[in-house]
Every structure is written in C-alpha cells, then in structure tokens.
C-alpha cells in the first residue's frame, strides 16, 4: 500500500526531514520526502518552497508497517500530527526507479469514484525554464479545477518534483488531463481545459525530465484533516 502525507512543522525540523529521509525503516519501500509548493505560484516565491510544510509520499509492505512507523519512528510521530490518505495503486505510466517495480495496470477505477493522482519527476537542469514556462498554465488549471478537492506540488532539490491531486470522480480527473473540458474558468471555453494536453505534446517533443511517473490510487481513508476540512470526497 501506498501513503501521502503533509504536516506542518517548524522550519529547521522540515530542513532536518528534507535532508535526512527516513532509512531502514521496517516495512517501508520508499519514502520520497519534500517540501510542499503552491501550485500556480510565482517563479520566485516563498510560496515555491514551503521547508514548514512536508509531503511525504511513501510505498509499505503493508498497513501494519505504517501504523509501526506512524507510533514509534520520530518523523513518523510528527507525521501522525498532521494529515494523510492511504491508498490503493492501481495505474502506473511512465517509470522512476526508485519507487520500486510496479505493473502498469494492478487494478480499475469506476470513473464515478474519487481518485487520486500522484507524479513523482527527476528533472533534467537545464529544462527547467521550459518546464516552468508550460507547466505553471496547468498548475493554475489543477489548483483552481471544481473537481479537484485537493492539489499541490511538491520539491527536492535539486531535481525531484511531484504534484499529488484528489479528484471528486476519474471521469473528471481524466477529462481534465485530455482536455475535455474548461476547467474552473468556463469564461475561456476550451483554452484553459487544452492547458495540459499542450503541455503533455511538449514533453513528448522534447522532455523536461530524466524519470518520470503518474500513479493513480484509490483513496481507502482519511486521517486527520487539512486547513480545518476532511479533503477526500463525500
């Protein structure tokens, strides 16, 4: 199973977690540990990295695991005072090695129900500028998108980035991805829901990263909330 989570901690503590992610933890596969970003944000921005508030995105052999590690690991207890989901995998494209071996298809959605999506980048460096340049038009779209009850990135330096969004079905997840519908601004019509599919033609054209993955989950529970509100759907 798999966990995100985000807490709000003071800022030497978060520097502390960015530098020292947690190893030989047991029943633990992976931990990508990073500070959170405001998606749509200026390029240069306190708001682009946030050292006071982690996300840590994590695979485990199992529940039990986590729960050890929530009640006994010292970053595992601060986490256990903020917020997280647990979540089922059910879809992988793309592939980042460190996330371990995962099959591309390991189960299917109803495109009725809340879904998850999480994207894990190595960059290449010198990208950089063309991947901020086509990917700020589609962090507005997610962030401000009426189906997305959640959305943020996060960042490593220097070359890790992730986004992890929570979507009220997959029907409206994936309309956004193909650009099928107008996104939160209907005063554009088709402009603003055409965001990322551009931005997905450009990567393809030349890409902006060394590895690069898109999971999508299956929510299973909440625990804890976010800005005082339960984040997942219903």
Do not use: K
């Amino acid at each position: 199973m798999h966990s995100f989570h985000l807490v709000r901690v003071p800022a030497r503590v978060g520097a502390l977690a960015l530098a020292r992610p947690p190893r030989d933890v047991p029943g633990l596969r992976h931990a990508e540990v990073m500070a959170t970003m405001t998606l749509g944000a200026p390029v240069v921005s306190p708001q682009r990295l946030q050292v006071h508030r982690l996300a840590v995105f994590a695979r485990w052999e199992d529940e039990a695991a986590l729960e050890r590690f929530l009640a006994t690991d010292r970053l595992g207890r601060t986490l256990g005072d903020g917020w997280h989901v647990r979540l089922e995998f059910l879809r992988r494209w793309g592939q980042v090695r460190r996330l371990g071996p995962l099959p591309e298809i390991a189960g299917r959605s109803d495109p009725a129900e809340p879904v998850v999506a999480v994207t894990v980048a190595r960059m290449r460096i010198p990208e950089v500028p063309r991947f901020v340049h086509w990917g700020r038009p589609v962090e507005r779209q997610v962030r401000d998108h009426p189906a997305a009850t959640l959305a943020l990135a996060a960042y490593l330096p220097p070359r890790t980035v992730s986004t992890f969004s929570v979507w009220r079905s997959a029907r409206e997840m994936t309309g956004m991805v193909h650009g099928r519908d107008a996104s939160a601004d209907g005063r554009h019509g088709g402009e603003v829901g055409a965001r990322h599919a551009r931005a997905m033609r450009e990567r393809e054209r030349r890409d902006f990263h060394r590895e690069f993955t898109t999971l999508r989950f299956r929510p299973l529970s909440e625990h804890g909330m976010w800005d005082g509100r339960w984040v997942l759907p219903g």
